[in-house]
């Protein structure tokens, strides 16, 4: 125990300004801990919702709760608000909190390592910074999965990723191709579809729909909202209430509730879709909610339309002027949208992660991305992750995972600042039992039925949070310092 009289408040270090950093800078500031630099590779605020500006970006976790619960808002435009005006928001509570001139932009963190007691930092242009604890705040989804398509280099036309959209490239009146049907692609159809000449939506495997629509909110509703603030934080309330049953019945692929989620997105394709032949080539042959459930208010509508394709026919290469699929028919394009997904494992990296004596990050994690409960790993001593590997992802509000996340990591921090522990990090055995009752409870899930998925790692498990989210709220309240080394 180290006397407390002797410690200096610690100086910590964010990694990223996105909607996870952005929380952890005014959580730490509302503690009194204002020693620190929020380090972020972009020129601004945002992560995902800076990254990702492709039309009909918006995100599917209703507004009045994908927002933080410190910084409701009344003036959301829709249910499921566009990903322009989510941006506006993180970067408007990043500047309410005076974050811009905390945060060190356009300078990516390259290299971590923890030595005599404390996380030495560097970036890509060579600065170095030191600090007593870390948070990473690098976010899940944003390492890009190009698609390893022969001749893809080939093609004259424009062609990006989703998540990197050129907006130079010409969309009305052109012939447009999109790789994937997952929750990104699926925006994008519904959006371009009446813009361009002819849409051809490459399938390689069906996805499951679920139709909500998305009501614009009226200036009536949003004056009573601003009027009567209480309303807000009831309907963020409940709303997290309503979400509460989403991540019950994942969790539980043979309650009833799951039964009905399947039983509407059956629904929707047999009552939407008219034509029969269209209709069984969009029909999954596995079970709803099994991969990331995709909502849309739209998506079938937009396919049937006369110049929509949906192309079932595997992807044989590309050529310079399109895509020729394997029944030797070439699709030709000008534009070329990836809409590929992610590589859901790499978390920090490419940052190079050094913990106690030397161990790499990429050596921790060999087999595969693991931490107790998602934030901390064993001998990265202060060394804490917002949005994890193993956490609950996929159909939840992100921002309520990291805010109970934070509240925990506090705890941490606190015995860091009072000096009670110098060191702080996960046992080894705490994090091994934990994955093994994590594996254990996979098994009942619902994306462990039968299906390919960015949720299953290398073993076929689902990496992420496999039980109820009331529990993750009770995990959350308060570490067990037993499962921790504390030195
Ligand atoms: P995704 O769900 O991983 O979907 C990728 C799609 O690309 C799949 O249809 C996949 O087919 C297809 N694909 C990948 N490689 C291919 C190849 N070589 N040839 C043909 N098809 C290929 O990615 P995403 O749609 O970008 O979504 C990722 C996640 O981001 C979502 O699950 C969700 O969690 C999040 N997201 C959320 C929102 C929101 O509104 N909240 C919006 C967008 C994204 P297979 O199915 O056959 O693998």
Same mark, same amino acid.
């Given at each position: +125990?180290?006397?407390?009289?002797?410690?200096?408040?610690?100086?910590?270090?964010?990694?990223?300004?996105?909607?996870?950093?952005?929380? @952890?800078?005014?959580?730490?500031?509302?503690?009194?801990?204002?020693?620190?630099?929020?380090?972020?590779?972009?020129?601004?605020?945002?992560?995902?919702?800076?990254?990702?500006?492709?039309?009909?970006?918006?995100?599917?976790?209703?507004?009045?709760?994908?927002?933080?619960?410190?910084?409701?808002?009344?003036?959301?435009?829709?249910?499921?608000?566009?990903?322009?005006?989510?941006?506006?928001?993180?970067?408007?509570?990043?500047?309410?909190?005076?974050?811009?001139?905390?945060?060190?932009?356009?300078?990516?963190?390259?290299?971590?390592?923890?030595?005599?007691?404390?996380?030495?930092?560097?970036?890509?242009?060579?600065?170095?910074?030191?600090?007593?604890?870390?948070?990473?705040?690098?976010?899940?989804?944003?390492?890009?999965?190009?698609?390893?398509?022969?001749?893809?280099?080939?093609?004259?036309?424009?062609?990006?990723?989703?998540?990197?959209?050129?907006?130079?490239?010409?969309?009305?009146?052109?012939?447009?191709?999109?790789?994937?049907?997952?929750?990104?692609?699926?925006?994008?159809?519904?959006?371009?579809?009446?813009?361009?000449?002819?849409?051809?939506?490459?399938?390689?495997?069906?996805?499951?729909?679920?139709?909500?629509?998305?009501?614009?909110?009226?200036?009536?509703?949003?004056?009573?909202?601003?009027?009567?603030?209480?309303?807000?934080?009831?309907?963020?309330?409940?709303?997290?209430?309503?979400?509460?049953?989403?991540?019950?019945?994942?969790?539980? @692929?043979?309650?009833?509730? +799951?039964?009905?989620?399947?039983?509407?997105?059956?629904?929707?394709?047999?009552?939407?879709?008219?034509?029969?032949?269209?209709?069984?080539?969009?029909?999954?042959?596995?079970?709803?909610?099994?991969?990331?459930?995709?909502?849309?208010?739209?998506?079938?509508?937009?396919?049937?339309?006369?110049?929509?394709?949906?192309?079932?026919?595997?992807?044989?290469?590309?050529?310079?002027?399109?895509?020729?699929?394997?029944?030797?028919?070439?699709?030709?394009?000008?534009?070329?949208?990836?809409?590929?997904?992610?590589?859901?494992?790499?978390? +920090?990296?490419?940052?190079?992660?050094?913990?106690?004596?030397?161990?790499?990050?990429?050596?921790?994690?060999?087999?595969?991305?693991?931490?107790?409960?998602?934030?901390?790993?064993?001998?990265?001593?202060?060394?804490?992750?917002?949005?994890?590997?193993?956490?609950?992802?996929?159909?939840?509000?992100?921002?309520?995972?990291?805010?109970?996340?934070?509240?925990?990591?506090?705890?941490?921090?606190?015995?860091?600042?009072?000096?009670?522990?110098?060191?702080?990090?996960?046992?080894?055995?705490?994090?091994?039992?934990?994955?093994?009752?994590?594996?254990?409870?996979?098994?009942?899930?619902?994306?462990?039925?039968?299906?390919?998925?960015?949720?299953?790692?290398?073993?076929?498990?689902?990496?992420?949070?496999?039980?109820?989210?009331?529990?993750?709220?009770?995990?959350?309240?308060?570490?067990?310092?037993?499962?921790?080394?504390?030195?």
């Amino acid at each position: +125990m180290v006397d407390p009289g002797t410690r200096h408040p610690p100086k910590l270090a964010i990694i990223g300004a996105g909607m996870a950093g952005i929380l @952890a800078a005014i959580k730490l500031t509302e503690a009194g801990l204002t020693d620190f630099t929020i380090f972020e590779k972009a020129d601004r605020p945002g992560g995902t919702w800076r990254e990702n500006t492709y039309p009909g970006l918006s995100c599917d976790v209703p507004s009045h709760l994908y927002s933080y619960s410190f910084a409701l808002t009344p003036e959301w435009s829709h249910r499921f608000s566009p990903g322009e005006e989510i941006q506006a928001y993180f970067e408007r509570v990043a500047d309410e909190h005076g974050l811009n001139s905390r945060t060190r932009f356009g300078d990516e963190v390259t290299r971590c390592e923890f030595s005599q007691g404390r996380w030495h930092l560097e970036t890509a242009s060579g600065y170095r910074a030191e600090a007593d604890i870390v948070i990473a705040a690098t976010g899940v989804l944003h390492h890009p999965k190009i698609p390893d398509i022969e001749g893809l280099s080939r093609f004259e036309g424009s062609a990006f990723h989703s998540s990197q959209w050129d907006h130079d490239a010409k969309l009305d009146g052109a012939r447009v191709g999109v790789v994937g049907t997952g929750s990104t692609a699926v925006q994008i159809v519904s959006a371009i579809v009446d813009r361009v000449a002819t849409l051809s939506l490459f399938q390689r495997t069906a996805q499951w729909v679920l139709q909500a629509d998305n009501p614009a909110y009226t200036e009536a509703e949003r004056a009573d909202l601003r009027r009567d603030p209480a309303r807000l934080t009831d309907l963020h309330a409940e709303l997290s209430k309503q979400f509460d049953v989403f991540a019950r019945v994942v969790v539980d @692929a043979e309650s009833p509730e +799951m039964a009905m989620i399947e039983e509407a997105c059956r629904a929707n394709l047999e009552n939407t879709v008219r034509d029969v032949e269209l209709r069984e080539r969009l029909r999954p042959d596995y079970r709803a909610a099994c991969k990331r459930l995709v909502v849309s208010p739209n998506f079938y509508e937009a396919v049937q339309r006369p110049n929509a394709e949906l192309v079932t026919e595997q992807i044989e290469c590309v050529e310079p002027s399109g895509i020729r699929t394997r029944d030797g028919r070439l699709h030709e394009l000008d534009v070329l949208v990836l809409a590929t997904g992610f590589k859901a494992n790499a978390f +920090m990296r490419p940052m190079e992660l050094i913990g106690r004596d030397g161990i790499t990050l990429d050596h921790a994690w060999a087999d595969r991305p693991n931490a107790y409960l998602s934030i901390t790993i064993p001998d990265f001593p202060n060394f804490f992750m917002i949005n994890g590997p193993n956490g609950p992802v996929g159909n939840f509000s992100l921002i309520e995972v990291a805010e109970l996340q934070f509240s925990y990591i506090m705890q941490l921090v606190d015995r860091i600042r009072s000096g009670e522990s110098r060191e702080v990090c996960a046992t080894r055995e705490a994090m091994e039992r934990f994955e093994a009752a994590r594996v254990e409870a996979s098994q009942k899930t619902i994306w462990m039925t039968g299906c390919r998925s960015w949720y299953l790692d290398d073993r076929g498990i689902p990496a992420v949070w496999p039980w109820r989210f009331e529990r993750f709220r009770e995990e959350m309240r308060s570490p067990k310092l037993e499962a921790f080394d504390l030195r």
